[in-house]
């Protein structure tokens, strides 16, 4: 249960460390603001037009007296615009960080050299076309895990008591690991971990990777929370990488601060 608390605290240093770099925080607040935009519209037409979808997609209740026609599909629309939202929260950082791959890429290899004994990073030898291909086929790999596990708790929500209760929670969990993965691929795609060890890798330290992501999707539901946090979280993400890898870092403080010398050296 200790790594619960380690991965909220990593959660909360990556939220530290670009609070003293404002200059990389407020161009990594643009690739959310674009992403949010466009998943706010597309949440919007789905709470306007989901009922409507609904009633299309259950002809077998046209007949049904009132109130369970009603009560049917008023329950099968809020499932279908939780599972939305689910899976909205879920891509919303694979988007973002598609969109910033660039500066996010740069912010964590600050990071990294920040805390880093030695004050040197790892770097990738890609060019930038194959890192965003590399990312965009991963992102894709991922999101169709997360789908079918969306798809599974949509199905069990339908489960009395346990539907509205248990499922709910293993959501937020689900929704923890694979945000988490998505956030760590920037520090780990850098050394030349593929998805299939990345993947394992964060399997053997379940509750660290819920502690930091639970929380943090929860935040994202919170609308434009998402936006402000996503660059400290690219930044936490990469102490949790370090962590799962073994690598030595320097002392909390340093990390916290963001205030080695050398970590001024490294390019923007």
Not at 195 to 224: E, M
């Amino acid at each position: 249960m200790r790594d619960l608390g380690v991965g909220f605290g990593y959660l909360l240093k990556g939220q530290r460390w670009v609070a003293r770099h404002g200059r990389q925080y407020g161009f990594g607040l643009l690739p959310g603001l674009i992403t949010l935009v466009l998943y706010a519209a597309a949440l919007v037409a789905l709470a306007v037009w989901g009922q409507d979808l609904v009633g299309w997609a259950t002809p077998f209740a046209d007949d049904w007296p009132s109130p369970w026609q009603g009560l049917f599909r008023g329950f099968v629309t809020a499932v279908l615009f939780a599972l939305g939202l689910l899976l909205a929260v879920l891509t919303f950082t694979a988007v973002t960080l598609l969109v910033g791959q660039p500066f996010y890429e740069s912010l964590s290899e600050r990071v990294d050299a920040d805390v880093s004994p030695d004050g040197t990073a790892p770097h990738s030898e890609l060019p930038l076309w194959r890192e965003l291909w590399i990312s965009a086929r991963d992102s894709l790999r991922v999101l169709v895990r997360a789908g079918l596990w969306g798809v599974l708790l949509f199905a069990l929500g339908f489960l009395p008591v346990v539907g509205q209760t248990a499922v709910p929670v293993i959501g937020f969990f689900v929704t923890g690991f694979f945000l988490t993965e998505e956030l760590a691929a920037v520090a780990l795609q850098r050394r030349g971990v593929d998805l299939r060890s990345r993947l394992t890798l964060l399997r053997s330290r379940k509750t660290l990777v819920w502690g930091f992501g639970t929380p943090l999707g929860l935040a994202f539901l919170v609308p434009f929370v998402a936006v402000f946090l996503m660059p400290g979280a690219v930044a936490g993400a990469t102490l949790l990488a370090r962590d799962l890898l073994g690598e030595e870092s320097a002392g909390d403080d340093c990390a916290a601060r963001g205030d080695r010398p050398d970590a001024e050296h490294v390019t923007p």
